[in-house]
């Protein structure tokens, strides 16, 4: 039944509450409706219609006033029993007196029992349940109404061989105090969380609320559609019940017992039927969504009136018109009960929590009372045209009909709308704000004081030298005069003679003696520099001294001249990293061809790619053709591909989407990946042709995903296997994000980002209006294979969920470790297989011939990472093996094997760490704490002159190597890290720059 276990107690209560109310209506329904077609002609209906309207609004009136000085608990007591005794005294009125304006009052005041009724049932489902959890039980907890109304009705002809027409009401009296009963248990139950404490601190969804008058409400759009959406299916309700009972006037005399007779058996076999759809209502809504559910009530009836009208132009209102009429009437009530209502019911979800319960009494109160008016207006006006018969009374309600199908669809698009901007306004109460790194490198420069100016500006420059140096003549004005001092110095210092024209156009009379002198000094050293001639130049190039050809290679890099090329040519070989760093950006700002191949091969050295990335971007397309060419030579570095397309991605222009797009399906899992989330960040959007195989790369995913759940539920109790577990959740992690990249690639980015934000976050609402924004706009196939992802479900109950798609093994732990081993490389994780081989060094006696047979072959795998664990934990399982199997190989030939060796005894004497291991202590530092064990080996990978220093005493701020930053793990072990390269790296993405500005690193210039 699609039930959760934490939600089957309140599921089962409210069932029997349904089930009470279902007798409740079903006898006081048929009584009423009998004992009025026998004393009252069928013109009277519409005035009853309008009389139950106004009294309907007056109750909504009256308790509106009474509910705001009760709790919820108390409202709902009140309104039962008010229904209770008027019922009750009805009852006993109709059966002593037998007078006709009481039967008028009897059968008007029906709507008000309805009314009563489904405000209470709704109000405590919509407290109970949210959005998800609504579309699976809505069309569910009503089945108890279906089935005790089908009882009831199917047991009429059987009791009124014994009772009156009018002693049914007696047991609608008795039903309902067993209603009252059940609504007591429900709110006791449930106490906590149907009280209001609970909603207090909700947010509201629309800015302008707290509005809570209806008539102001309803001027929005939202509100409005809702109300339209209430209202019409009450006229179409009533119209139907109008045409259904004049025909059976028409059709059975003025017998009550006998009409009472004919609605027990009609009315018990669409009980039936509405059983029937209940019972595939919830899967219905939870898989199609709502469009489908609201707009199948106007649909089925506009069909069948269709039918019914066709059929009465050509042969009159007689014989199957009925028939038609009749099948109306069935379907109006079973499908506007087991698909529309539960689908109306959640478009409350989205109203703030601690509004949405007054929002629907006024719904309840007042569109639906104006409904009832304005069909009993529309019946009395048609009634005074002679000319109208039932028939043209059919062809009237099919315009109507088309107009609610119009309404519906777009109710359908303003619930979307309102999903969104909840999700929206939920994204903008965040504190964080997502910049670009150009946005957070002006903003550090521009906000930085004296004393952190000359770090703050080290990092930008490093990071991004040409964009740091642009920005330096932006910040001048706004700059303190000591930081305005520093500038200077940096343009000095940088050779910077374009700014020959910004330092000439200063306002020297707005400033101190001391900083006119300055800007006086820096234009004429700067004008000097600009011509400074080709010799002089050169022999600053052939210095000794790096500082002076760094102060060339700034000066070539502004220079237009032809010549420049030749002596930048002779400095490609430079052994300074920061000159030949220089020289690579500066032949970037020349853009001549001829130094082309210098830029695009320094792309394949870490030292230096970051600075031949901005050399590309600065020369644009013209170098592409060249950067493809390195792509297309880098097959066996997956790394220089990697950071091809990172480039592409911030490249303008047609030729790098292409270039991307041409990667979307490249064979190598981590490049095609990375190109999938260059153009996500670029806002592409798939065309036709690319969704398919996008939608196979989801499921690949998505299996992959519960291949990781299924290796966490096998893990789960043992010990032995925590880092392992680790690893796979930041794994799984990592999947999650590439799921929401490639629907980003199909779907609107800025709600993809959304619900990416809050599927799985802590606040129950900002979760379900995310799941239900995607519900809505994912398509079927990738829904069903997307939302169990993220459910709130035990990881087993997520895993059945896929039995029959993507089945998972149940094994033990060992066998886990030996299958996560055994994963494809191109799909598993490096880290995940590293923490799986690290548990094999430990296992007990009786495991080890398996365990030491895969470590012996991963010695030689070419990744180090793995085959530094696999003989490290060798060694511990089985020295004489591990001998054994490095004295075969060393026998080979296998050089490899023997700085391995060398590694593992220096290892053991503890003199030498494991890349694993400096994994560990790298991410034990304020810098790396947040970053993933993959990309730390990344960096490790490119970078491996990193050093790990043991001694805590080293006197590190006497280290006048400015090249290196010196970072602390927690354990106070001193690693040395190539500071451009951290700069570099940590630059990568915002949070990290951020971390990067705050920290303190010591280096030699701090």
């Known amino acids: 039944m699609n039930i959760r276990p934490e939600e089957s107690k309140a599921v089962y209560l409210l069932i029997a509450f349904s089930f009470f109310t279902g007798l409740t209506l079903s006898f006081y329904f048929t009584a009423s409706n009998a004992i009025f077609l026998r004393h009252f002609k069928p013109s009277m209906i519409p005035v009853s219609f309008i009389v139950s309207g106004v009294l309907i609004y007056l109750a909504w009136l009256a308790f509106s006033k009474i509910d705001r000085r009760l709790s919820f608990s108390n409202q709902v007591l009140v309104k039962m029993v008010f229904v209770f005794i008027t019922v009750l005294a009805i009852s006993i009125g109709v059966y002593v007196l037998n007078n006709s304006w009481l039967i008028f009052i009897m059968y008007t005041w029906v709507r008000i029992v309805v009314y009563m009724t489904l405000v209470t049932f709704w109000g405590i489902a919509g407290k109970l349940f949210n959005i998800r959890q609504g579309k699976r039980i809505f069309g569910l907890i009503g089945i108890g109404e279906v089935i005790s109304v089908m009882i009831?009705?199917?047991?009429?002809?059987?009791?009124?061989?014994?009772?009156?027409?009018?002693?049914?009401?007696?047991?609608?009296?008795?039903?309902?105090?067993?209603?009252?009963?059940?609504?007591?248990?429900?709110?006791?139950?449930?106490?906590?969380?149907?009280?209001?404490?609970?909603?207090?601190?909700?947010?509201?969804?629309?800015?302008?609320?707290?509005?809570?008058?209806?008539?102001?409400?309803?001027?929005?759009?939202?509100?409005?559609?809702?109300?339209?959406?209430?209202?019409?299916?009450?006229?179409?309700?009533?119209?139907?019940?109008?045409?259904?009972?004049?025909?059976?006037?028409?059709?059975?005399?003025?017998?009550?017992?006998?009409?009472?007779?004919?609605?027990?058996?009609?009315?018990?076999?669409?009980?039936?039927?509405?059983?029937?759809?209940?019972?595939?209502?919830?899967?219905?809504?939870?898989?199609?969504?709502?469009?489908?559910?609201?707009?199948?009530?106007?649909?089925?009836?506009?069909?069948?009136?269709?039918?019914?009208?066709?059929?009465?132009?050509?042969?009159?209102?007689?014989?199957?018109?009925?028939?038609?009429?009749?099948?109306?009437?069935?379907?109006e009530r079973s499908v506007r009960s087991a698909f529309y209502e539960p689908a109306f019911q959640l478009l409350y979800q989205p109203v703030p929590v601690n509004q949405r319960l007054i929002f629907q009494n006024q719904i309840e109160?007042?569109?639906?009372?104006?409904?009832?008016?304005?069909?009993?207006?529309?019946?009395?006006?048609?009634?005074?045209?002679?000319?109208?018969?039932?028939?043209?009374?059919?062809?009237?309600?099919?315009?109507?009909?088309?107009?609610?199908?119009?309404?519906?669809?777009?109710?359908?698009?303003?619930?979307?709308?309102?999903?969104?901007?909840?999700?929206?306004?939920?994204?903008?109460?965040?504190?964080?704000?997502?910049?670009?790194?150009?946005?957070?490198?002006?903003?550090?420069?521009?906000?930085?004081?004296?004393?952190?100016?000359?770090?703050?500006?080290?990092?930008?420059?490093?990071?991004?030298?040409?964009?740091?140096?642009?920005?330096?003549?932006?910040?001048?004005?706004?700059?303190?005069?000591?930081?305005?001092?520093?500038?200077?110095?940096?343009?000095?210092?940088?050779?910077?003679?374009?700014?020959?024209?910004?330092?000439?156009?200063?306002?020297?009379?707005?400033?101190?003696?001391?900083?006119?002198?300055?800007?006086?000094?820096?234009?004429?050293?700067?004008?000097?520099a600009e011509n400074m001639s080709f010799d002089e130049i050169a022999q600053l190039c052939k210095s000794t001294e790096p500082f002076e050809r760094l102060k060339a290679v700034y000066l070539l890099g502004s220079s237009g001249k032809y010549s420049t090329i030749k002596l930048l040519h002779g400095l490609t070989k430079d052994s300074s990293l920061e000159v030949k760093r220089a020289v690579i950006i500066a032949s970037g700002k020349v853009k001549r061809y001829e130094l082309w191949p210098f830029i695009t091969e320094n792309l394949s050295i870490p030292h230096y790619a970051g600075a031949a990335l901005l050399a590309v971007q600065r020369i644009g397309e013209p170098i592409l053709s060249e950067v493809e060419h390195l792509f297309d030579k880098s097959s066996g570095n997956v790394l220089v591909q990697i950071r091809i397309l990172k480039l592409y991605e911030t490249l303008e222009g047609g030729k790098a989407i292409k270039f991307l797009r041409d990667k979307m399906f490249f064979p190598n899992k981590d490049v095609r990946n990375q190109a999938l989330v260059s153009l996500s960040n670029r806002n592409y959007q798939a065309v036709a042709s690319e969704i398919q195989p996008l939608k196979t790369i989801i499921e690949e995913t998505v299996e992959y995903i519960l291949w990781l759940l299924a290796s966490l539920q096998d893990l789960h109790d043992f010990e032995e296997s925590f880092e392992l577990k680790m690893a796979l959740l930041a794994e799984m992690e990592g999947q999650k994000e590439h799921l929401f990249f490639l629907l980003s690639l199909i779907y609107d980015i800025t709600t993809i980002n959304h619900i990416r934000e809050h599927i799985e976050s802590k606040d129950a609402n900002a979760k379900v209006y995310a799941l239900e924004i995607g519900d809505m706009m994912i398509s079927d196939d990738i829904k069903e294979i997307f939302f169990p992802i993220f459910e709130d479900l035990p990881i087993q109950e997520r895993l059945n969920r896929f039995t029959f798609t993507f089945p998972q093994e149940k094994l033990n732990p060992k066998e886990r470790i030996y299958d996560i081993l055994n994963k494809e490389y191109l799909l598993t994780n490096r880290y995940s297989k590293t923490c799986a081989l690290k548990i094999l060094g430990i296992l007990k006696k009786e495991d080890n011939l398996q365990a030491e047979r895969v470590l012996a072959a991963n010695l030689v795998h070419n990744d180090r990472l793995l085959s530094e664990v696999a003989a490290t934990s060798l060694h511990h399982l089985n020295l004489t093996y591990y001998e054994q199997i490095m004295s075969s190989l060393k026998k080979r030939g296998n050089k490899e094997i023997v700085g391995l060796e060398k590694l593992i005894n220096l290892h053991g004497q503890k003199k030498e760490f494991l890349m694993f291991e400096k994994v560990g202590l790298l991410k034990d530092t304020d810098l790396f704490t947040t970053v993933s064990e993959i990309d730390i080996i990344r960096f490790l990978t490119m970078f491996p002159e990193i050093e790990i220093k043991k001694s805590i005493n080293r006197n590190i701020e006497n280290i006048q190597d400015s090249q290196i930053a010196y970072l602390k793990s927690a354990d106070g072990i001193i690693i040395e890290v190539p500071i451009f390269a951290l700069y570099e790296f940590m630059m990568s993405t915002n949070e990290l720059a951020e971390k990067l500005f705050i920290s303190n690193i010591v280096n030699a210039t701090n």
């Not at 601190?201 to 509005?211: D, G, L, R």
């Not at 309803?218 to 019409?232: D, G």
């Not at 305005?484 to 700014?499: F, Y």
């Not at 330092?503 to 003696?513: A, I, P, Q």
């Open 152 to 331: 009831g009705y199917f047991s009429i002809p059987l009791i009124l061989n014994f009772l009156k027409a009018s002693e049914l009401l007696f047991l609608s009296s008795a039903t309902l105090l067993l209603c009252f009963i059940m609504a007591q248990i429900i709110l006791r139950t449930f106490k906590d969380q149907l009280s209001e404490s609970n909603t207090l601190n909700q947010k509201t969804i629309i800015k302008k609320v707290p509005e809570t008058s209806y008539w102001k409400l309803v001027k929005e759009p939202y509100f409005m559609l809702i109300s339209l959406m209430a209202l019409l299916p009450i006229f179409g309700y009533l119209f139907v019940d109008f045409l259904f009972l004049s025909q059976t006037k028409i059709e059975f005399a003025n017998n009550p017992e006998t009409i009472a007779g004919f609605f027990g058996i009609f009315l018990g076999f669409v009980a039936f039927i509405e059983l029937v759809f209940k019972l595939i209502s919830g899967r219905f809504l939870d898989k199609y969504g709502l469009k489908p559910s609201m707009i199948s009530l106007p649909v089925i009836l506009l069909a069948s009136i269709f039918i019914a009208a066709t059929f009465g132009s050509l042969y009159g209102a007689v014989g199957l018109f009925f028939a038609f009429i009749s099948m109306a009437r069935l379907f």
């Open 365 to 528: 109160g007042i569109p639906k009372a104006l409904g009832t008016v304005i069909t009993g207006v529309v019946i009395l006006l048609f009634s005074t045209i002679h000319s109208f018969n039932l028939i043209h009374y059919n062809w009237f309600f099919i315009l109507v009909l088309s107009f609610w199908i119009w309404i519906a669809v777009k109710m359908y698009e303003a619930y979307r709308n309102m999903l969104k901007s909840k999700l929206h306004e939920l994204k903008s109460d965040k504190t964080s704000i997502h910049r670009s790194l150009n946005e957070i490198v002006n903003q550090k420069l521009k906000s930085a004081s004296e004393e952190d100016f000359e770090r703050i500006f080290k990092i930008c420059e490093i990071a991004n030298p040409v964009f740091t140096e642009e920005i330096l003549e932006l910040m001048f004005d706004e700059a303190p005069e000591a930081v305005k001092l520093m500038i200077l110095n940096k343009l000095l210092d940088r050779q910077m003679v374009n700014s020959v024209r910004f330092v000439k156009g200063l306002n020297t009379d707005l400033y101190s003696e001391e900083l006119k002198l300055r800007i006086r000094t820096t234009l004429e050293y700067l004008q000097y």
